[in-house]
């Protein structure tokens, strides 16, 4: 069965460094999001990307991130200058079309030192 | 603020008991609501996606309900196994046509062999 592919599984990082954690979504789907989890707390929405451009995006998704997807299979979410609050799982996520199941990866741990 | 919140937060049964698993959520205008489970360490699945309009999904063991005017759902699980440990979480579409999934905090499964 198709799925979701994240890169790195584990990132560690220096505060203030920028950090790109990479996704590859199922091939055929249109609909792409970053979710995160800090360590015990609830799945949070980053941002949802559509048509090659951002759709939604939550408070937390500010001028320190960004998305791209710079060719036809990679979906990256970069982070300019990492914070220690920025520490969590971070998840790519797809879905074929709107109203259809999300399909996880399995998450990059982001560390920041 | 849509606000979703699960009951029990863990809960520890003998292999074979029938359970249920509860999902609240405060605005009943929602889009849809899905199930996932997730595993230690990985990415979440999806189990089960209701949409607003129907009030039961089923698959396998696993039968999901949707009371929108209550603000509640439930995912129902027969007959279980040491297999189905894992946190459940549900989340919801806002109704307003957003991306943005709203989760709860999950209820963490242990099933007893």
């Known amino acids: 069965e198709p799925e979701v592919t994240q890169t790195p599984s584990h990132q560690v990082t220096q505060m203030g460094q920028e950090v790109i954690l990479r996704c590859v979504p199922i091939s055929n789907h249109l609909y792409f999001y970053w979710y995160r989890q800090i360590l015990g707390q609830k799945v949070e929405f980053l941002v949802s990307f559509y048509n090659n451009e951002i759709s939604e995006k939550s408070e937390i998704f500010d001028d320190q991130f960004s998305v791209e997807r710079p060719d036809g299979s990679n979906f990256t979410l970069k982070i300019r200058s990492t914070k220690l609050e920025d520490s969590a799982m971070y998840f790519c996520a797809s879905s074929p079309s709107y109203n259809s199941p999300l399909h996880f990866g399995n998450g990059t741990r982001l560390t920041v030192t | 603020k849509q606000e979703v919140t699960q009951i029990p937060a863990a809960l520890s049964v003998p292999e074979g008991e029938n359970l249920v698993l509860n999902c609240s959520f405060t605005d009943s205008a929602i889009y849809n609501l899905q199930w996932f489970r997730q595993d230690p360490g990985k990415g979440l699945t999806s189990l089960l996606l209701?949409?607003?309009?129907?009030r039961e999904q089923t698959s396998g063991r696993l039968n999901a309900s949707l009371d929108k005017s209550s603000g509640r759902s439930t995912l129902y699980i027969a007959a279980s196994q040491p297999g189905d440990s894992a946190t459940y979480l549900c989340?919801?579409?806002?109704?307003?046509?957003?991306?943005?999934?709203?989760f709860g905090t999950g209820t963490r499964l242990k099933v007893l062999a």
């Open positions: 209701i949409q607003s309009s129907q």
């Open positions: 989340a919801v579409a806002p109704g307003s046509g957003t991306y943005k999934y709203i």
